[in-house]
């Protein structure tokens, strides 16, 4: 069996990064967050326009969405809602 980058959360819903390659996968989504931030010119105040907004929107929903699916792949267990670990069990 090949090792899970991720485990679901302990408290409600998602993943936890549990390796290296997890947490590397983070890293690099937080990375390509700032790259569509750059490449649609927010960080120049004087040319933030309605274009530029609804471009970011997309970018990140694509964004979101792949990282969700590839972390759905690499996880290890069901990801559902989750309220914590139960007592007496």
Same mark, same amino acid.
């Given at each position: 069996?090949t090792?899970?980058?991720?485990?679901?959360?302990?408290?409600?819903?998602?993943?936890?990064p549990?390796?290296?390659?997890?947490?590397?996968?983070? &890293?690099?989504? !937080?990375?390509?967050?700032f790259?569509? $931030?750059?490449?649609?010119?927010?960080?120049?105040?004087?040319?933030? =326009?309605?274009?530029n &907004?609804?471009? !970011?929107?997309?970018?990140?929903?694509? $964004?979101?969405?792949?990282?969700i699916y590839?972390?759905?792949?690499? =996880?290890?267990?069901?990801?559902?809602?989750?309220?914590?670990?139960?007592?007496?069990?």
């Amino acid at each position: 069996m090949t090792q899970k980058w991720f485990i679901p959360r302990s408290y409600g819903w998602g993943f936890e990064p549990t390796t290296w390659q997890g947490w590397l996968t983070v &890293i690099v989504f !937080i990375g390509l967050v700032f790259v569509s $931030l750059y490449i649609n010119n927010i960080f120049n105040k004087n040319n933030i =326009t309605t274009k530029n &907004i609804i471009a !970011i929107f997309f970018d990140y929903a694509i $964004l979101i969405t792949a990282l969700i699916y590839f972390c759905h792949s690499k =996880t290890e267990g069901k990801v559902q809602w989750n309220w914590g670990k139960r007592k007496g069990k």
